[in-house]
């Protein structure tokens, strides 16, 4: 069974920082997402297995996902962070990069900016 432990979630005033990680119980392709308060859930960023990046236009250049391999753990850098910023954030995994289905989620971890 795929597990996904998310950490780092918290509150932030508008500007900062924060840095959200995932330890999942195998190697796969990762990605983060977000549901605000009465919105839909929506994507983030994924990173492959061998480190290729995607991020959604709203993150881009503010956001930054890396992974640690050796510890099957992925990581969102999160700067200059804003209040539409806040949102319960998931991790994710999938098998292929192939397949739009992310298969495995985690439990969420609450990302607040105040402004």
């Known amino acids: 069974q795929v597990r996904l432990a998310e950490s780092g979630g918290g509150l932030v005033q508008a500007g900062g920082s924060l840095r959200l990680s995932c330890a999942a119980s195998g190697r796969y392709v990762m990605g983060w997402f977000r549901q605000a308060p009465g919105k839909e859930r929506e994507f983030v960023s994924r990173i492959s297995r061998s480190g290729i990046t995607y991020y959604a236009a709203s993150v881009k250049g503010r956001f930054t996902i890396s992974r640690d391999n050796a510890k099957n753990t992925v990581y969102l850098q999160m700067h200059s962070l804003k209040s539409e910023d806040t949102a319960v954030y998931y991790c994710?995994?999938?098998?292929?990069?192939?397949?739009?289905?992310?298969?495995?989620w985690g439990q969420g971890t609450q990302v607040t900016v105040s402004s």
């Open positions: 994710a995994a999938k098998d292929s990069n192939y397949v739009d289905r992310w298969d495995y």
